[in-house]
């Protein structure tokens, strides 16, 4: 993957000096007041109303404290059913806007939820009336640090804006954060600045004794340059800060009702495993409560979120091409992780030439992008000319449809770069690649579908049906729509006798294991081994309906 740019010149000094007012004691000071429980009336689950307008106006007073800014309130209304049928509620958001120099116009928001929800205690879910709920780490974590970042970032003279933000109802399904970023299709913002990232704080205390690396940073493709930032910056901010990037990561935290709006955010998290998932084994539970906390590795954290800021405020004008800017999209899937396709499949390669820096470059300057289509058959360009040069913290993209024809079955790489001119550059940002497979069509599969197409009841009941010309052998692997396998089967296991003709083997068969598939898109992968042949892949899609 291509660098970022050089620490030395994206304003690292401004990080580091930001990321040292961040106070460990302040951190534990708002973890223990949030999650203490005196009574047990004393909660933060959101539909509690009078319980967590305490917290909502103690959080309101002590952030407008922090910024010297008037904190606003965003109430909204809404039902959950299964707690409480035929009831409505109301929630609150809570935000402090700390006005910039007005050098560049957007805001950065630094957010958390401060709602919280025990329900993997048992019996709590049907008592939750009456039962607490103290969310140290879930997200007492994450409030604490936006607090301390707002309190290290007063005095800072940012050429943005940063708002500060805490979401409630995120623990019944993202509900003040989409709250927020619905608002941007109505108004372009509910705070009045156009948006350059989301910078989310969710579970930073738990740490596992085995654990390689200090934190997560969950992204996906929209916000790639955002996390490639954060992880060129971390070194600078602290050497011995370990953060690994998930990208695509799960939507399952406030960031990804930004993600529903292509938004730039990221959330900041303890380590994870591999995939994402959460780890901590008390998330949830009455179990979650101070004495599970590693507040050295949540002041490491918070340290992260308030020096990227810092170092994003200082940084010069630099026209880039990052890794995570060079995007394959595909059809109603938009961008996609995917990497393998078929001839008649049309992609788009989209480049996106981004400013790095937090200023706008000199008057005259510009760039030059070149990308270019390598395989078996020689060097196609795509793409030749100049492109605007974008303004701080902005990006100008480049398009370009790309129909998969037979000279480019086999395996392809795009190369793009740029040249620029009229300023300053850093050379070791200007270029990417990426690879991609094309299958040819097999001539001996007519036709594959899973049947019915939407599966509406459980998955072993559907069967799935292949029309062969003759006899072959046959594999399947099935995916959900974030790429991760969910089952496979072959012919020599489980499919029985396949012959010439229509074959329809029942998914009860073929995948013994699996009986339900949550509700979605998913995409199966049939491979097949013709006699003398290279084996040839065809690729298919079907929905579930629960």
Not at 265 to 277: C, D, K, M, N, R
Not at 421 to 449: C, I, Q, W, Y
């Amino acid at each position: 993957p291509t660098a970022p740019g050089s620490s030395a010149r994206r304003g690292a000094g401004l990080g580091r000096t930001a990321a040292a007012a961040v106070s460990r004691d302040s951190l534990l000071a708002m973890v223990r007041f949030l999650s203490t429980n005196r009574a047990a009336d004393s909660t933060r689950f959101v539909l509690r109303e009078s319980s967590i307008e305490v917290i909502t106006d103690s959080l309101a007073a002590r952030l407008a404290r922090y910024t010297g800014v008037p904190v606003e309130r965003f109430p909204f209304r809404f039902t959950r059913a299964y707690f409480a049928p035929e009831s409505t509620y109301t929630a609150v958001n809570i935000a402090s806007r700390l006005p910039g120099n007005g050098s560049l116009p957007g805001a950065i928001l630094v957010t958390a939820h401060y709602d919280c929800i025990s329900a993997h205690t048992p019996g709590w879910s049907s008592h939750w009336q009456t039962r607490p709920s103290p969310g140290a780490d879930d997200n007492a974590t994450g409030v604490a640090a936006v607090m301390e970042a707002a309190r290290a970032l007063r005095s800072a003279n940012l050429p943005f804006s940063v708002i500060f933000a805490l979401f409630s109802g995120e623990e019944l399904g993202l509900l003040g954060s989409e709250y927020v970023a619905d608002s941007v299709v109505v108004n372009g913002s509910l705070f009045g600045d156009r948006i350059i990232g989301v910078l989310n704080c969710d579970m930073l205390g738990y740490h596992r004794a085995d654990a390689t690396v200090t934190g997560c940073v969950m992204s996906n493709y929209d916000s790639g340059w955002l996390s490639d930032l954060i992880g060129a910056a971390a070194p600078a901010i602290d050497p011995d800060l370990a953060l690994r990037i998930i990208n695509p990561a799960p939507s399952n935290s406030d960031h990804g009702s930004f993600w529903a709006h292509s938004i730039a955010a990221v959330s900041f998290i303890e380590p994870l495993a591999q995939s994402g998932v959460i780890e901590n084994p008390v998330y949830h539970s009455l179990a979650d409560t101070i004495g599970t906390i590693d507040f050295g590795q949540t002041e490491r954290i918070t340290r992260a979120v308030v020096g990227f800021i810092g170092e994003l405020a200082g940084a010069p004008p630099e026209i880039s091409l990052l890794q995570s800017d060079l995007l394959l999209n595909f059809g109603r899937q938009g961008i996609t992780g995917r990497r393998s396709f078929f001839v008649g499949d049309t992609l788009a390669v989209r480049a996106r030439v981004r400013n790095i820096g937090a200023r706008n470059g000199p008057q005259g300057a510009g760039a030059t992008l070149r990308i270019s289509l390598e395989n078996s058959t020689g060097t196609r360009v795509l793409f030749a000319g100049s492109v605007a040069a974008p303004g701080a913290l902005s990006a100008s993209e480049v398009v370009i449809p790309l129909v998969l024809t037979e000279p480019l079955a086999g395996e392809n790489m795009v190369k793009a770069s740029i040249t620029v001119s009229g300023m300053e550059n850093d050379p070791t940002n200007d270029s990417a690649e990426l690879d991609f497979d094309v299958e040819g069509r097999n001539p001996l599969v007519l036709m594959h579908a899973f049947e019915p197409n939407p599966i509406t009841g459980p998955f072993a009941s559907a069967h799935f049906c292949v029309n062969l010309v003759q006899a072959l052998p046959l594999a399947i692997e099935l995916y959900n729509i974030e790429g991760e396998r969910v089952a496979s089967s072959s012919s020599e296991r489980r499919w029985g006798e396949l012959h010439a003709g229509l074959n329809c083997v029942p998914c009860s068969q073929l995948f013994p294991g699996t009986g339900r598939l949550a509700s979605g898109v998913y995409i199966y992968r049939l491979i097949s081994s013709p006699p003398g042949a290279p084996r040839v892949a065809s690729i298919g899609r079907f929905a579930v309906q629960n």
